[in-house]
């Protein structure tokens, strides 16, 4: 009789973070209510981003929540999934979470800064403002597919594979809905400029995406 591996969660620390995360949610909720309304329905709607391109945009206290809401989440589900895909016991290791979690922080600044300098230097800053918000915002809502996926893997279907996948899909097609919105929103400017915007997809939003999931395939 072979023994068989089991990938068992410890899921106390782990429900501590969802918890922070779901007050992040709670707090957007309660203080924003017509901002979260519409950010539900943000993938078949744009009123949430017409309410908000306007108010402060990135430093918008909801804008703010939800971000935060998104990066514990991915960061608790790319934990999650390497130590699924790779037969690791990350979770049983909460450092690793913050390493993470500091790591996808850094690189989501180090992008900000990165992009609102370009526009800066080329002098179309309020349009590259406009473009970060536009694309933070659907990277955002990825966040509760992550959360999702997140309970389903720790209390529902440990060790998965199968809802790793599915919750990786889903934040893709949820990220490339956000990319055709913000093409067509900005259709004219990137028809213009159109070299730019591919050297600008492939060096900004591409090549995050691959670099995760060599990550997740390392």
Same mark, same amino acid.
């Given at each position: 009789? /072979?023994?068989? @591996?089991? /990938?068992?969660?410890?899921?106390?620390?782990?429900?501590? !973070?969802?918890?922070?995360?779901?007050?992040?949610?709670?707090?957007?909720?309660?203080?924003?209510?017509?901002?979260?309304?519409?950010?539900?329905?943000?993938?078949?709607? /744009?009123?949430?981003? #017409?309410? %908000?391109?306007?108010?402060?945009?990135?430093?918008?206290?909801?804008?703010?929540?939800? #971000?935060?809401?998104?990066?514990?989440?991915?960061?608790?589900?790319?934990?999650?999934?390497?130590?699924?895909?790779?037969?690791?016991?990350?979770?049983?290791?909460?450092?690793?979470?913050?390493?993470?979690?500091?790591?996808?922080?850094? &690189?989501?600044? &180090?992008?900000?800064?990165?992009?609102?300098?370009?526009? @800066?230097?080329?002098?179309?800053?309020? *349009?590259?403002?406009?473009?970060?918000?536009?694309?933070? *915002?659907?990277?955002? =809502?990825?966040?509760?597919?992550?959360?999702?996926? $997140?309970?389903?893997?720790?209390?529902?279907?440990?060790?998965?594979? *199968?809802?790793? @996948? !599915?919750?990786?899909?889903?934040?893709?097609?949820? $990220?490339?809905?956000?990319?055709?919105? !913000?093409?067509?929103?900005?259709?004219?400017?990137?028809? %213009?400029?159109?070299? =730019? &915007?591919?050297? =600008?997809?492939?060096?900004?939003?591409?090549?995050?995406?691959?670099?995760?999931?060599?990550?997740? /395939?390392?």
């Amino acid at each position: 009789m /072979n023994p068989i @591996y089991r /990938n068992i969660i410890s899921a106390d620390w782990l429900t501590i !973070v969802l918890l922070v995360s779901l007050v992040f949610l709670t707090l957007g909720k309660y203080f924003f209510k017509p901002a979260f309304t519409a950010y539900l329905i943000l993938p078949f709607n /744009n009123k949430y981003l #017409t309410l %908000n391109k306007k108010k402060g945009r990135l430093f918008n206290w909801f804008h703010l929540l939800a #971000t935060f809401f998104q990066l514990l989440n991915v960061s608790i589900f790319v934990l999650l999934a390497d130590g699924l895909l790779n037969g690791r016991q990350t979770t049983s290791y909460p450092i690793v979470f913050l390493i993470i979690f500091s790591l996808l922080l850094a &690189f989501l600044l &180090f992008k900000i800064i990165l992009q609102l300098g370009t526009g @800066y230097f080329f002098e179309n800053y309020d *349009t590259t403002l406009d473009l970060i918000f536009e694309k933070l *915002t659907f990277f955002n =809502y990825g966040g509760i597919a992550a959360f999702c996926g $997140n309970i389903i893997l720790i209390y529902i279907l440990p060790g998965s594979k *199968t809802v790793v @996948y !599915v919750s990786i899909l889903l934040i893709l097609l949820i $990220n490339l809905i956000g990319l055709i919105n !913000v093409v067509r929103i900005h259709q004219k400017l990137i028809l %213009n400029n159109i070299l =730019y &915007f591919i050297l =600008y997809l492939c060096a900004l939003v591409i090549s995050p995406l691959v670099l995760l999931g060599s990550y997740l /395939n390392d």
